[in-house]
C-alpha cells in the first residue's frame, strides 16, 4: 500500500531563509504526488503536483518541488520564505488502490518564520 | 465562484448523540470527497462519490458513519451515537472529474468536538 513520510513535525526558518520540506513516499511505479498547504481555519490549497514529465514542479507562491526516484522522495523548496507562509504543509500521494482520485497524506510539517 | 462550502463550521455533541454535517461542492463538480482530520495529523479518507453514486467507503470507520449525495450535489456525513475518538476535522473536497489531474478543491472542514 502506498504511504507518505513527513520526517519534520515542526521547522521554524527566518525570514528570507531558503525552505526545505522533504516527503518520502512508498509506491511502486510512478506516482502521483502533491503538496497542499494548510492555513489555520482554512481547508487544504494545492501547491504544486507531480505526474510525470519533468521532475522538478513549479507551483504557486514560489514553491517548486523535485521528483527523485531514486530517494523515494519529493521535497518542497522555496528560495526566500516569506512570514505570510507560515502554515502546515502536507504532501499526499494518488492511492492507486482506493477510488479514483483520493489522497494519501502524510502527517504534516508546521512551519514557523521568524521576523 | 464561490469554493467549496462545508456547515457548520463547528459543532460540540455529547457522546451518543448524532450529528449531520454538511458539503455543498463547487458547482458542476462530479466528485467529491470527504477526508477525516485528527489533531496532529494528515487528512485521511473516508468516502468518494461520483454524482449520487458512492463508488468508495472503505475509509469509514464504523457503520456508525454514513454519508450521502442523494441529487449529485450537496452532500451529508452522518455520525450516529458519536463517540470521543469521532472527535475531528472533517473535510470535505470536490473535483471536476475523479481523476488525479483534476484538482481536489477543499472546504474549510467542520471541528467536530464529542464530550
Known amino acids: 500500500a502506498q504511504s507518505v513520510t513527513q520526517p519534520d513535525i515542526h521547522i521554524t526558518v527566518s525570514e528570507g531563509a531558503s525552505l526545505e520540506l522533504r516527503c518520502n513516499y512508498s509506491y511502486g511505479a510512478t506516482p502521483y504526488l502533491f503538496w497542499y498547504v494548510q492555513s489555520p481555519g482554512q481547508g487544504l490549497q494545492l501547491l504544486l503536483k507531480?505526474?510525470?514529465?519533468?521532475?522538478l514542479v513549479q507551483g504557486i507562491k514560489g514553491f517548486e518541488a523535485e521528483f527523485k526516484r531514486s530517494q523515494s522522495s519529493f521535497n518542497l523548496r522555496k528560495p526566500s520564505v516569506h512570514w505570510s507562509d507560515a502554515a502546515e504543509y502536507f504532501c499526499?500521494?494518488?492511492?492507486?488502490?482506493?477510488?479514483?482520485?483520493?489522497?494519501?497524506f502524510g502527517k504534516g510539517t508546521k512551519l514557523s518564520v521568524k521576523p | 465562484g464561490a469554493g467549496v462550502s462545508q456547515s457548520p463550521r463547528y459543532k460540540v455533541a455529547k457522546r451518543g448523540q448524532d450529528v449531520a454535517l454538511r458539503c455543498d461542492p463547487i458547482?458542476?463538480?462530479?466528485?467529491l470527497f470527504w477526508y477525516q482530520q485528527a489533531l496532529g495529523q494528515g487528512p485521511e479518507f473516508l468516502t468518494y462519490?461520483?454524482?449520487?453514486?458512492?463508488?468508495?467507503k472503505s475509509g469509514l470507520p464504523s457503520d456508525r458513519f454514513f454519508a450521502e449525495r442523494p441529487e449529485g450535489s450537496v452532500s451529508t456525513l452522518k455520525i450516529q451515537r458519536t463517540q470521543q475518538e469521532d472527535s475531528a476535522v472533517y473535510l470535505c473536497?470536490?473535483?471536476?472529474?475523479?481523476?488525479?489531474?483534476?484538482?481536489?478543491?477543499f472546504g474549510p472542514g467542520t471541528r467536530l468536538t464529542v464530550t
Open positions: 499526499a500521494v494518488g492511492d492507486y488502490g482506493g477510488s479514483q482520485g483520493n489522497l494519501i
Open positions: 462519490f461520483q454524482n449520487e453514486a458512492q463508488l468508495d
Open positions: 507531480y505526474f510525470s514529465g519533468d521532475t
Open positions: 458547482s458542476g463538480h462530479v466528485s
Open positions: 473536497a470536490s473535483s471536476l472529474t475523479g481523476a488525479f489531474s483534476y484538482e481536489q478543491y
